[in-house]
């Protein structure tokens, strides 16, 4: 029972990683971004490639993960997405699932469609038992990594210039822009911290979530769960939604494999009925 | 005065309704396909369905504005249906099992319309994309009824009206496609260019404003939406019964965007649209599939992306380029009718 609840965690902290960077640019510049799951995809075979073939140690291989998928993610950002802000959703929706696709084509091309697994070191593998609690070592990294990071981003998000320049912006654009923000730079930074956090939590969650090509649709689904349910203007939504959602989930498929993708499906469409707004979210302003 | 405003709109709308010499030119062209390619029938019959589906799309995409990442959810269903009905050999009649599959549609149709009726468009594609979800882990859930994962085999679909069996050439099944397309194409372009048809408009452009003028907005929606699961349904029938074949990949997410794209080819808001798209879309496929059969999906992908870079407004241009053709050619042909003028940003 409390090892379902804490793998629930781990997974739902876990999604959080992925997801945040989601849901700061859907409030920031209401982008509705689907392809965000490819740069959790890119960030898993980056340090697959990193750790497996050029036998770099596991937790320089996530370091590296992260900051390259953060520079892929500006570089699509200047390049590419900045051309659909002011489209409309259905632009925005058709444009992603296009990187989508050919995301899943290409990586399925370069490094084969199989599923594949990231080696991790040994001393992070088995389970060992707490207060008669059975706790996998990689699952407990997974929360405490995922955790630390969590704080972080609560902390510069509250406390530091550019986490309050990011809240203004969120807010009001056009009110932050008058008060001589710049919201492009602040996006293409956010931009790439939220690719490179979901490159960490792709490369992370290889263990737990596989990684192949279809990674980006298989788990698109769950992402915009977490950014839904969560609302886009605070980051504690999206964490209590990611805990919410990951716990379902695993105490669904445990307790009822037989209807465990209904959990999470029927649990996010009646959270869209009865808050469209998202669980946490106070009443949009605008 | 106000009756002669009615006399005026009656009559604005049947100038709008009359067909352009270019709607008879696509039919006998279809028409002629059917006995000039017969060698191509297979894939015509898939356009075909596809043009219906994405019809069914362009119903609530393009003329009531709904964003649906799920429609495969009723396309899915109307399959199933379909297939079920044959292989348990409670309606041999393939007409018969279409309406029926494309009725049950319907019912999930209006059943889910009331969730799309709430919230933002994000809101709407993750409510349209749960429910295909939904289905498609229900379809997966019940092997004993559906097959699973291996899908429904060992489907036998009676002759037509008992009379013309289904060939392996696939003769008869697309001519068989062909005419439901084309009735339920009739039925479609009445409805469009009905009041109602002119009031979903309305809708699309600006529900608060449309609600003013009296025009109950959720109702005009859900009916739309209903009568939009009713094509996919249908169109999902056609695909089961054609290939005697239904399986879990009717519900796959890349169905419902890969219909998308097949709209936005095409062009959105016109009812010609979903089925210019099938025909290009079927035939670029075939012909991407044949250089690069595993990784086709990447130049779909690439489409999708340049279609919205470049802008859709500007590929609609094409599209808007042979509509003013035809609104001259029809001028020519009757010079007493006056021209509709196209408002800008129309279609598009």
Redesign the interface.
Known sequence: MLTILFDGIAYGMLLFVLACGLSVTLGLMNFVNLAHGAFAMAGGYITLILVNRAGLPFFAGLAIAFFVTALIGVVFERTLYVHVYGKSHLDQVLFTIGLVFMAVAAVDYVMGSQQVFIQIPSALQGRFEIFGVGVGRYRLLIIVVCGLLTLALQLILSSTRFGSRLRASVDDARVARGLGVNVNAVFTLTFAAGSGLAGLGGALGAEILGLDPTFPLKYMVYFLIVVTVGGTSSITGPFAASLLIGIADVAGKYYVPKFGAFVIYTIMIVLLILRPQGLFARAAGR | MASALVAEVGRRLATRARWRPLEYAFWLAALASLFLVPGRHLILTEIAWLALFALSLDLI?GYAGI?S?GHAAFFGLGSYLAALLAKRGIINEPVLALVLSGVCAAVLGFATSF?VL??????R???T???A??MR?IAN?IPDITGGADGLQGVVIGPILGVFQFDIFGHVAYAYCLAVLFVLFLLARRVVYSPFGLSLRAVKGNPLRAASISISVNARLVAIYTFAAFYAGIAGALLAQTTAFASLDVFS??RS?DL??VL?IGGTGYLYGGLIGAVIFKLMQDWIANLTP?????W??????L???IG?DRIGLWTGGVRVLAERVTRRLAPGAAPVPVPPGEGS
């Open positions: 995409l964003i990442l969730l709430r919230g933002s468009d994000l809101t594609l993750m409510v994309l749960g429910v979800l939904i882990e859930q997410f890349e965007a998308l794209l936005i595993q990784y086709w999906q990447f779909i992908g690439l489409v999708l992306v279609i919205v870079l859709r």
